[in-house]
């Protein structure tokens, strides 16, 4: 696939498309930046509280191993706490899977919509059940070795796009699709990745600044994100869709080609 080609269809997307899939992602980041926020409320100041007591017992300021145990049982969150967090966890994996449907839409011109974000919705548990499998399939390849998962990862990479377009299909059925489109192309998706290490680099290091200025909360990547995020999911959509294109209609983009 070419690559350059797919990245610059992104690139004037970003441009032109309408909704602005900028505008899209700030909701997106905004309301994950919330959610997270409110996970590290309910669960975050228990766990950092036991890693203050590991560094401590460490350097040897625990001595009695049951002490430490007792206050580490006190600290641990409530049954209540962790399924809140649980529950956040799901909420915002659903809403990863609504800026996949926006991606999909905006390169298929067929009707994106700032809505998108909810639309993962409407297909909760098929996204859950289907993230469930995958994790436990690579996590059984992973038992062999460490590049068996990382394998697996790129086989049913594009499972949760098939879920999405295709409900008719189970996730069982989409992994096993998955695993067959993958087939010759997983280095190719490795690639196109890794082409991507720059942003990713530069998300680290806008962020690590963020903390040596004492920025709390608020994670200065998301700055990086706003553009990074849809240029990234815009060209791997159109990446599926030109896997999964018929052979008579090889261009995901429907004829469209990059403004001069």
Known sequence: MDRKLLKSQAKDLIRTSDPKPVYFTIIYLVIIAVFSFLSYK????????????????????????????????????TPLESLLSLAIQLVTTVLGAGFIIFALRTVSHSGASYWNILDG??????????????????????????????????RYRMAIYLVLEHPEMSALQCISESKRLMKGHKWE?????????????????????????????????????????????????????????PAADPDPFNGWTPEL
Do not use: H
Request: aromatic share 22%; charged share 10%.
């Open 42 to 77: 309910i669960v975050g100041n228990s766990y950092e509280t036991i890693s203050l007591m590991l560094r401590e017992d460490v350097n040897g300021y625990y001595v009695d191993p049951d002490q430490l145990y007792y206050a580490m049982q006190a600290a641990m969150p």
């Open 121 to 154: 919705f409407g297909m909760f548990f098929r996204i859950i059940w289907l993230y469930i499998l995958e994790g436990v399939f690579v996590f059984l390849w992973s038992l062999l070795l460490f590049f068996p998962g990382i394998i697996a990862l790129y």
């Open 189 to 245: 998706l490795f690639c196109f990745d890794f082409s991507f290490i720059g942003w990713a680099l530069l998300v680290g290091v806008v962020d690590y600044i963020g903390v040596k200025l004492g920025i709390p909360y608020i994670s200065l990547g998301l700055l990086v994100q706003i553009y990074f995020l849809p240029y990234y999911e815009l060209t791997l959509a159109g990446y599926y869709k030109q896997l999964t294109a």
